[in-house]
């Protein structure tokens, strides 16, 4: 049987519908983005820096391959990622972790005890500390966030051996929404800049 042609006076009804299906398979939520704030968490802002005598050199901070992402994942029982919605980091986390670990050391041993690479011309440091982020995100359920690093301080001359350090430190994240992930983020490094510093009273 032939197929009979759309009456004209119903056109306007089919291409409303045909718009509408378009448009409800073509979109997807609109990307929010997050970012490490640069101030540490309120109790911390009070704080007197500690002056030490010794330079420092921050080397550049080095992440598992998993976390060079801009999304922010949800991990699963059985070790897989899901990615958390449309929620992305807006820096890439290397930058913003070792911008954020910088101003913390600064803001724990003093100003001008501690420097980014590279250094400033006619600079002189004692140690050069490597930071090693092992781990960095949420366990299952996203209760919780996990922050698991080594660092170690070194002789830029090599004339003594370095000395290495590792800890596993956590910070809950109420509800396992992004905002309260991100904000554990951010405290999980201020107590490792304290852990590194030295500052710090327990892990």
């Known amino acids: 049987m032939p197929l009979r042609p759309l009456p004209v006076h119903r056109w306007p009804l089919a291409t409303a519908l045909l718009a509408a299906l378009l448009s409800g398979c073509g979109t997807s939520p609109a990307p929010q983005y997050h970012r490490l704030r640069l101030e540490p968490p309120a109790e911390a802002r009070t704080l007197a820096p500690a002056v030490d005598a010794a330079v420092?050199?921050?080397l550049p901070v080095q992440l598992p391959p998993y976390l060079e992402r801009e999304t922010l994942w949800q991990p699963q029982p059985q070790g897989g990622?899901?990615?958390?919605?449309?929620?992305?980091?807006?820096?890439?986390?290397?930058?913003?972790v070792a911008r954020v670990?910088?101003?913390d050391l600064a803001r724990l041993r003093g100003a001008?005890?501690?420097?980014?690479?590279?250094?400033?011309?006619?600079?002189?440091?004692?140690?050069q500390l490597r930071v090693e982020l092992l781990r960095l995100d949420a366990e299952?359920?996203?209760?919780?966030?996990?922050?698991?690093?080594?660092?170690?301080?070194?002789?830029?001359?090599?004339?003594?051996?370095?000395?290495?350090?590792?800890v596993r430190l956590s910070r809950a994240?109420?509800?396992g929404q992004?905002?309260?992930l991100v904000a554990a983020h951010r405290e999980l490094l201020w107590l490792l800049a304290q852990q590194i510093s030295g500052t710090a009273t327990r892990p």
């Open 56 to 58: 420092w050199q921050l």
């Open 81 to 96: 990622l899901q990615p958390l919605g449309s929620h992305r980091w807006a820096e890439p986390l290397r930058d913003a």
């Open 101 to 103: 670990l910088l101003a």
């Open 112 to 127: 001008a005890s501690v420097f980014a690479t590279p250094l400033p011309s006619g600079l002189t440091t004692q140690r």
């Open 140 to 166: 299952p359920g996203g209760s919780e966030v996990v922050l698991q690093a080594r660092w170690w301080l070194q002789d830029p001359r090599g004339q003594t051996a370095p000395e290495v350090r590792e």
């Open 173 to 175: 994240a109420p509800g």
């Open 178 to 180: 992004a905002e309260a």
